[in-house]
C-alpha cells in the first residue's frame, strides 16, 4: 500500500525483554516522527527523523529507548529492558517536510500496541 | 507541553455543524495551525492548516482570528463517522507537532 506501514501490529512481551518496533514511511518522505500513546492519554512526541539524522530526540523517556533510521527509509524503535510502564501504542509517521509546514502534512501508520506483561 | 488550549469534550447533533475551538495566544508569526483528529484505535489523520487567512478543504473549514490567538475547526455537516478526538497543533521546536489533549467530539444520531 501507498501509505505508512508500522510492525508487528500487537506485542506481548515479557517485563525485562528487548522489543523492536518498526515503520515503513511512505516513500520519498524525508522526515520521519515516532509517537507514544499511553491508553486514553494524548500522543507524547518521542523522536524525530529528518533524513537520516535525529535533530530531535528530546522526547525520548530514558536511555532504554533509541531509534535509527536507514537509507532515509525504514526506522526501527528499540526499547531495552521493557518495563509495564512502556505498555502503550506507538505510532509513527512521515511527512515530506521536515516540519510539517505548508502541505507538508503527517501521515500516521496504525500503531504498534506493546503489551508488557 | 502542548502551546493550545481546547475544550475537553463536545456534543453535536448529526447533520448540525461542529465548531470546535482552540486557543494558541502563544503563536508566533510565522507559525501555522494544524488540526488533526483520531478515530477510535487508528492513527491520527490530518485535516486541515492555517497560517492567518481562513481555509476550506474537502473536509472542514478553519477560521483563524485577526490577532491569530484562536482559531475555530468547523464540520459544516457532522456525522457519525466524525465521532473521534479532535486536536488543534503548532508546530515543535524542531518541527515536530505537538500534540495536546484534544477536544472529544461525540456526535450524536
Known amino acids: 500500500g501507498a501509505g505508512v506501514s508500522q510492525s508487528p501490529s500487537n506485542k506481548v512481551t515479557e517485563k525485562g525483554k528487548d522489543v523492536e518496533l518498526r515503520c515503513d514511511p511512505i516513500?520519498?518522505?524525508?522526515?520521519l516522527y515516532w509517537y507514544r500513546q499511553r491508553l486514553g492519554q494524548g500522543l507524547e512526541f518521542l523522536i524525530y527523523f529528518q533524513g537520516n539524522s535525529a535533530p530531535d530526540k528530546s522526547g525520548l523517556p530514558s536511555d532504554r529507548f533509541s531509534a535509527e533510521r536507514t537509507g532515509e527509509s525504514v526506522s526501527t524503535l528499540t526499547i531495552q529492558r521493557t518495563q509495564q510502564e512502556d505498555s502503550a501504542v506507538y505510532l509513527c509517521?512521515?511527512?515530506?517536510?521536515?516540519?510539517?509546514?505548508?502541505?507538508?502534512?503527517?501521515?500516521f501508520g496504525e500503531g504498534s500496541r506493546l503489551t508488557v506483561l | 507541553d502542548a502551546k493550545t488550549t481546547q475544550p475537553t469534550s463536545m456534543d453535536c447533533a448529526e447533520g448540525r455543524a461542529a465548531n470546535l475551538p482552540c486557543n494558541h495566544s502563544?503563536?508566533?508569526?510565522?507559525?501555522?495551525v494544524y488540526w488533526y483528529r483520531q478515530i477510535h484505535s487508528q492513527g491520527p489523520q490530518y485535516i486541515i492548516h492555517g497560517l492567518k487567512n481562513n481555509e476550506t478543504n474537502e473536509m472542514a473549514s478553519l477560521i483563524i482570528t485577526e490577532d491569530r490567538k484562536s482559531s475555530t475547526l468547523i464540520l459544516p455537516h457532522a456525522t457519525l463517522r466524525d465521532t473521534a478526538v479532535y486536536y488543534c497543533i503548532l508546530p515543535g521546536g524542531q518541527g515536530n507537532l505537538i500534540f495536546g489533549k484534544g477536544t472529544k467530539l461525540s456526535v450524536k444520531p
Open positions: 516513500s520519498g518522505h524525508t522526515a
Open positions: 509517521a512521515s511527512s515530506s517536510r521536515p516540519s510539517g509546514i505548508r502541505t507538508g502534512e503527517l501521515f
Open positions: 502563544t503563536i508566533s508569526g510565522n507559525e501555522y
